[in-house]
């Protein structure tokens, strides 16, 4: 197996809890090597404290050991520190067809220094007179929204 069969095979590997984006695109899979024959992965959660990373790295090894590795190395590193900059335009399309509303612009929000509240696209009718309802949604790295159009609650996925 070479490094891009490699790539191909972890892309599917997807988030345990966005079943549509794969961890290839959502960017926690950072680097995917063969060294001496064995694959070398290594992976960066979205925040420290993510609890599906226990979880992402068993699918990992049950994708490797399906592809007949007995032997792999999954590493986790911290740094650089996750950011939805590594979310890839596949992964954003596939969180707009899921119903979460993609991370809308580079790095983090500053418009809560400013005083502005943040204006997000409802993913399911495209409006963009939408309401915060909460600043956690179904999961910590979402946000809880409201369009004031079509009135659907959705998550959307926070910058960081």
């Known amino acids: 197996m070479n490094e891009k069969e490699l790539w191909n095979l ?45 979880v992402m790295e068993e699918d990992i090894e049950a994708v490797l050991q399906g592809a007949g590795f007995d032997e792999y190395r999954i590493k986790t590193v911290l740094s650089p520190a996750w950011t939805t900059d590594w979310i890839s335009e596949k992964g954003r399309k596939a969180l707009q067809e899921y119903g979460i509303a993609p991370p809308e612009q580079a790095t983090s ?19 963009r007179q939408t309401k915060m309802l909460s600043q956690f949604g179904s999961t910590p790295c979402k946000a809880l929204y409201q369009c004031n159009d079509c009135k659907e609650p959705f998550d959307y996925f926070k910058c960081i």
């Open 10 to 54: 972890l892309d599917e590997v997807m988030d345990p809890e966005i079943p549509v984006l794969s961890l290839v695109d959502l960017g926690v899979v950072r680097e995917a090597k063969i060294v001496n024959g064995n694959p070398e992965i290594i992976i960066t959660p979205t925040y420290s404290g993510c609890p599906a990373m226990k």
């Open 109 to 127: 929000d500053k418009n809560v220094l400013l005083s502005h509240p943040k204006e997000v696209t409802c993913p399911h009718c495209g409006s």
